[in-house]
C-alpha cells in the first residue's frame, strides 16, 4: 500500500505523537515536520496518535486517503460500541473502535471512567484517534519512548496496544476485588455494616465494563475467524493468546459483579435479622409493661364526671373485651396473626 499525504493538509497540530518503525534496527519518535517524508518510506512503519478534538485533524479526516469513510461516518455519529471490521478497499485494513480508560491525573486505582479509542490498521501503519487523554495510548508512548518495546511493525505494536490494556483493566480489577475482600471481611466480622454505596458503587461499575468489554471480546472471536491476509502465524496465534486474557479478564468482571450482588443480599439479610432482634427487644419490654400500663390505665379511668356512664364500671369493661376480641378476630380473619 503506497501512502501519500499532501503537506499543505497534514493536521502537524493535532499529533498527539508519532512513532517510526524500521524492519531493523530500533524504533524513534517522529519529528513533526518529518512525519510526511516517514509516511512515504516503504522502509518504515509509523504510528500515529492524533488528537480528535482538534479542528486540523477534524477536517483533516475528511480529505485523507489514510483513513476510509467508514471510520470518519462512525466517528461522526458518535459511535462508542465496541467492534472490530475489516475493510477490503483500503488494502484490507483494520478499523477499530475500543474502550480504553481515561488518564486520571491523581489515584489510578480509583473509579476508571471508559473512553473511545478509534483505529485503523494496515500492513505499515496504525493511526489512533482520541478525543481524551486515554491510559493506555500514554502508557505505550512511555514505554517507547523509554525503550521498554520495540515493535518492527505496526500489527506488533497492535498486538503490544491490546497487552497494555489488558494490563490496564487487570490492575483496575485486582483494586475492585481487594476492596470486595475488605467489604466481605468486614460483613463477616459482624463489627459494622459496609457501606451500601461502596457495595453498589463496585456492582455497578463491574455492570459497566462487562457491557462495554463483552462485545468487544466477541469482535475479536470474529476477527480470529476472518484475518486479513498480512497476519502471519505468530500474529494469529499473539491474537489467541489476547483474546484468551480478554476472555479471562470478562470471567473476571462476572465473578465481581456476582460477589457484588451477593454482599449486598447477605447484607440485607443482615440488616433485617438486626432489625428484627431489635423489634423483639421491643416487644418484649412491651409484653413486660402491658399488665402495669393495663392496670394503671383501667384504675386510673374517672367515670363519675362522665354523663351516663356513672357507676357503670362494668359496662366499659365489656364494652373494652369486646373491642378487643373485634380488633383480634379482624387480624386473625386477614390471616396477620
Known amino acids: 500500500m503506497e501512502i501519500t499525504q499532501t503537506p499543505s493538509t497534514f493536521p502537524i497540530a493535532g499529533v498527539v505523537f508519532a512513532w517510526a518503525m524500521p524492519a531493523t534496527g530500533n524504533g524513534y519518535e517522529i519529528p513533526l515536520f518529518e512525519i510526511e517524508a516517514t509516511l512515504n518510506d516503504p522502509n518504515f512503519s509509523v504510528w500515529l496518535h492524533l488528537n480528535l478534538s482538534n479542528t486540523q485533524v477534524q477536517r483533516w479526516l475528511g480529505k485523507t486517503t489514510l483513513v476510509p469513510e467508514r471510520v470518519v461516518d462512525l466517528i461522526n455519529e458518535g459511535e462508542n460500541l465496541s467492534r472490530i471490521e475489516r475493510i477490503e478497499k483500503l488494502d484490507d485494513c483494520l478499523l477499530m473502535v475500543m474502550n480504553d480508560f481515561h488518564q486520571e491525573f491523581g489515584d489510578e486505582s ?32 512511555f514505554d517507547l519512548r523509554n525503550g521498554q518495546l520495540n515493535p518492527t511493525s505496526a500489527i506488533e505494536l497492535f498486538h503490544e496496544l491490546l497487552d497494555l490494556r489488558a494490563e490496564q483493566l487487570r490492575s483496575l480489577l485486582v483494586y475492585l476485588s481487594a476492596n470486595m475482600d475488605d467489604l466481605e471481611e468486614n460483613l463477616l466480622k459482624g463489627r ?55 476472555t479471562y479478564l470478562v470471567q473476571e468482571i462476572n465473578g465481581l459483579y456476582d460477589r457484588a450482588k451477593v454482599l449486598q443480599d447477605e447484607q440485607a439479610a443482615h440488616v433485617a435479622e438486626f432489625n428484627a432482634r431489635n ?9 413486660i409493661f402491658l399488665p402495669m400500663t393495663l392496670i394503671t390505665g383501667v384504675m386510673g379511668m374517672n367515670m363519675e364526671d362522665l ?19 373485634a380488633v383480634y378476630a379482624g387480624l386473625k380473619l386477614k390471616r396477620i396473626i
Request: glycine fraction near 6%; hydrophobic fraction near 45%; include cysteine.
Open 110 to 141: 480509583a473509579d476508571a471512567t471508559l473512553g473511545t479509542l478509534w483505529a485503523i490498521i494496515t500492513p505499515r501503519l496504525m493511526i489512533s484517534l482520541r478525543n481524551n487523554p486515554l491510559r493506555t495510548t500514554d502508557k505505550l508512548r
Open 192 to 246: 459494622e455494616f459496609p457501606e451500601h454505596e461502596s457495595i453498589g458503587r463496585i456492582r455497578i461499575q463491574c455492570s459497566r465494563l462487562r457491557r462495554h468489554f463483552s462485545p468487544e471480546l466477541i469482535a475479536l472471536h470474529r476477527l480470529l475467524k476472518r484475518l486479513p491476509y498480512w497476519f502471519s502465524d505468530d500474529d494469529k496465534g499473539r491474537l489467541q493468546d489476547d483474546v484468551d486474557l480478554l
Open 279 to 287: 423489634l423483639q427487644v421491643l416487644s418484649v419490654m412491651t409484653v
Open 307 to 325: 354523663p351516663g356512664l356513672k357507676g357503670s364500671f362494668y359496662e366499659v369493661m365489656v364494652l373494652m373485651a369486646i373491642a378487643g376480641a
